[in-house]
């Protein structure tokens, strides 16, 4: 899998070219935020009237299909709950990060623009999201890109990371 890297915003989300956009929904987050919130935007309301009228909670496991188009270049909205903020932690990233994956590969699509869960509101570290990532997707040959959406300082701390990595796997 090649990790490649757009800042969130949604002009720069909506030039990546891919079909597929997948977000996480907090569970007990109103409005959504991260690229939820910006979907939720874009969408003129559409997430946030599913979640008011319970259609949608955010709550670990969930996952939901929203059509993008044609208020958005993507012809899937992949929505995944990742339960409440307070409670997330590595594990619950892991897990996520599975039903990502497995999702992903249902809809075979082999590029999408992701938004890895926990990291819009810092509840996992950059680097560790990537090592985890890298980890889960490591023999899966169904996915050949993934566009993780993060700020330049993230992008920066992950790319470093992962050279950093590759040296010391060729030193072993």
Known sequence: MELRFTPPSLRKLELSGTEVLVAT???????PHGV???VDWRLSGRLSRLIARGFASGVEGEVLLVPGKPKLPFDKVVL???GPAETFEESTFRRVVE???GTLEGLRARTAVVELPGRHFGAIPAERAADILLERAGGRREHDVWTLVEPSEAQRVITQ??????RRVREE
């Open 25 to 31: 929904l907090v569970q007990g987050e109103r409005p």
């Open 36 to 38: 939820a919130g910006l």
């Open 80 to 82: 995944f709950g990742v």
């Open 99 to 101: 039903k990502m994956l």
């Open 161 to 166: 990371h992962l050279i950093q990595e590759r």
